[in-house]
């Protein structure tokens, strides 16, 4: 067997690997799309306004039947011993007390196999009638709660894939957008029925007053039910800052009773953060000077008191087109965050695995860098552009691992420092707490102390045990060392991986990604670092660089983005080069941001120097992905702890080029 035929079969194993993952993204594209496709058929099932719901149910059945291609749908009102079939409509079915034990105890769930399932899956099966199916409760407020299942009976089941947890959330969530729209729908029958009372009070001139009376004793109570019964906080805020004495009893619960008219910011104990951007965000409404909804965006969303998170929505109420205040709509989503964050941290830790079996040596060498980075930054506290630039690269690489909870909270804690360091040390305990889950999780896949396996082809196996049998020399010593070190390929892969999910993330052209490489070595502790670092280089590449699909058009370009990685031995160095075909750097932009600073800004070395200096950067706003003006720092800290110099090409609109001399120490041709 040859080498080519050795590499051949690479490529061909490397592409049906990426085929796996388009495919297992698509589906995952379809599902979600599927998904929002019932969320938005949804609330066209509860447009009638005459409060008749069994049309509903109906149509909620033909649509998870249709949309999901499942074989049977079914809502049923969950009473205390039977289920009563609303959609379709039949006599009532005894309830075992295992299966109301289990729907108390689990309102939304799946079932795969009822043997194998926990106790009362059977049981519910079998009132149900499938095998492999879904459920979901949908509460009413005073009336039984509607249980919502699908799927397939055992015949069919037989044929259809089981159901995964994603397909329970989903489907969970479509219950709860039911149950608020019939909440609504609940509501806006009532207040028909109301309108429709006070109408005929009004046809009665004689009993006006009478009527007027009772309307408005009719009303108050139906207010007060609704407000007692909605599952927000509901408070009216004058543009002054006061509440009114009328409020849902929840906001009591959450926040405590008041009487009067106090502030807002006195009642509620809200953080100097949300209350600076309150008071703002009044200012600008009482001003009447911006545009309301931009007045309205920017007050605060988000609140949090102790251990509990709140979103917050303003909604005007105006008299004759003035603004007399606001409707402070809050909802505890403490517990959907808990959730979304656990699912985050259950992907992250399915990423290590993947990451590992995709490649090991990488990931472990990932690791190892991200376990020193974590031990300085929990040592003797230095200065925070240290800190900052620290944070900053083990968000970049570990977001090419995929692990965007450790990279989220990368960033808050640069946020953090960014700030003043408010908040950085609760931040930072949260990342070294879900950093030691990540280690846990990596020392069970890998009980033993971390080692890089070996990749060695059978061929250069055999021609190692012939030398070892014939000469025994210092040669095969070092020939075995460097069976080791890792291709130098490899790293060069794992920034095209990175910078492909990127560009689809920040929904730049697509990307065609050249990677070229010789067949050297490269010694892993010494090289690690500067792959770490050259992830930023990548990062500005997509998100500085390149253009979008329209601007690349509009200026005569492909629509595809185009970025080359390239590594080669060149005599005694060693050089990497990294280059796109994007907007190129616009050197009269930094030349006059190093004036402004007061920079050296007459050569073009001097602009490059400036470039890779801490805190330059010439964005005003800060994302995820750059804007701090770090990333090309630690570039340039990590070439010259390799004794090695930068260079840069870029010309305005065509590209940049960045090439990377390093000395060659610690490579080795690979032709062992």
Known sequence: MTAD????????????????????????????????????????????????????????????????????????????????????????????AAAR??????????CNDPKAGDPGVAELAEVLGLHRFMWASIERPQLPPILMAAGFDAHKATFQSPFEPSDVAHFGNAAQHVQSLLGNALLIAELERVAQELRAANENLEQRVHERTRELAVRNRDL????????????????????APERSSIAD????????????????????????????????????VLPRDLC????????????????????????????????????????????????AEKAELLAVFSALMRDKNGFLTFFEEAEQIMRRLAGEAPDSTWRKQLLHTLKGSSATMGLRRIAELCHAAESNLVEGGHGYAETFAELRSRWSEVRGTLRALVPAQP?????????????????ARELAAPKLLRQLEE???????????????????????????????????????????????????????????????????????ARGKPLSGRLLLRAERVGQDYQVEIADDGRGIDWAVIRNCCEARGLASATHADLLQALLSPDFTTRAEVSE????????????????????????????????????????????????
């Open 625 to 672: 992905t750059s804007g701090r003006g770090i990333g090309l720092s630690v570039v340039a800290n990590a070439v010259r702890d390799l004794s090695g110099s930068v260079q840069v090409e870029s010309e305005l609109g065509k590209g940049t080029r960045w090439t990377f001399v390093l000395p060659a120490e610690g490579t080795h041709p690979g032709d062992v």
């Open 253 to 288: 619960r959450w926040f405590g009773a008041y009487t009067g008219s106090p502030k807002l910011l006195e009642h509620v104990p809200a953080d100097k953060r949300f209350a600076a951007r309150f008071r703002l965000g009044l200012d600008a409404l009482s001003e009447n």
């Open 224 to 243: 007060r039910l609704v407000l007692d019964t909605v599952d927000q906080a509901l408070l009216t805020v004058s543009l002054e800052g006061r509440l």
């Open 451 to 467: 080692q890089h396996s070996l990749e060695v082809t059978e061929q250069q196996l055999s021609r190692l045990m012939e030398t």
């Open 296 to 343: 309205l965006d920017q007050l605060p969303k988000r609140l949090q008191l102790g251990a509990r998170h709140f979103d917050c929505r303003y909604l005007p109420i105006e008299e004759q087109g003035q603004l007399l205040g606001l409707l402070l709509v809050i909802d505890d989503v403490t517990d959907a965050l808990a959730r979304a964050r656990q699912d």
């Open 5 to 96: 035929d050795d590499h051949l079969r690479d490529k061909a194993r490397l592409l049906l690997q990426r085929e796996r993952e388009l495919f297992e993204l698509r589906l995952r594209q379809e599902q979600i799309g599927v998904w929002l496709s019932i969320g938005q058929a949804l609330p066209a099932l509860f447009s009638h306004r005459d409060g008749r719901l069994a049309q509903a149910w109906d149509g909620i059945r033909k649509l998870l039947i249709g949309k999901l291609r499942l074989q049977r749908a079914l809502l049923l009102e969950l009473g205390p011993l039977e289920l009563q079939p609303l959609a379709p409509v039949g006599p009532a079915r005894p309830l075992a």
């Open 101 to 110: 034990g289990l729907l108390e105890a689990r309102p939304a769930g799946c």
């Open 483 to 553: 069976l080791r070190w890792e291709a130098g390929e490899r790293p060069l892969r794992r920034l095209a991986q990175h910078a492909q999910v990127l560009a689809e993330r920040l929904g730049k052209a697509p990307l065609r990604i050249e990677v070229q490489s010789d067949a050297s070595r490269l010694e892993p502790n010494r090289w690690a670092p500067l792959w770490a670092a050259l992830i930023h280089v990548v990062q500005n590449a997509v998100d500085h660089g390149l253009e979008t699909a329209e601007q690349r058009s």
